[in-house]
């Protein structure tokens, strides 16, 4: 003999029962209720895309912060500044330090440093003319402009 709920003896005979009973005698409103709702693809990808964007927007202005904010890019360099540089290749580069009012000329690559040059501070040197220096020259844009006018006309 097959056992089924039915058939067993106990309380969860009776539950079994009970719960029979009120599915058979269950209205077809509640199980037409209990249906899933029918779900957009083209709204979950949406949703999806939107979250993904927010997540990376996020990203990108908490590195801003970082960067705009983080504690070794102060604009006061202490006692070394770095005037300027060069790369002449691409390990090697030339550097232009200032040491209290001395400057020095460092050479670096291949996991060393060397002292090329030493020599005193110039006189009419101050860091705002040298960076206003090459909005003087003109750019590339201004040169290619003119090349092209010449070429037209």
Known sequence: ???????????????????AGALAFAPAAVFAAAAPPEVSTSGALFQGLLGLLMVLAALAAFFWFLRRFSPGQSAAQGVVKVIGGVMLGPRERLVVVEVGDTWLLLGIGGGQVNTLHTLPRPEGYTPGVQDALPALIPGFADKLKELLSKRQG
Do not use: D, E, V, Y
Request: aromatic content about 16%.
């Open 1 to 19: 003999m097959k056992l089924t709920p039915f058939n067993r003896k106990g309380p969860w005979a009776l539950f079994a029962l009970i719960a």
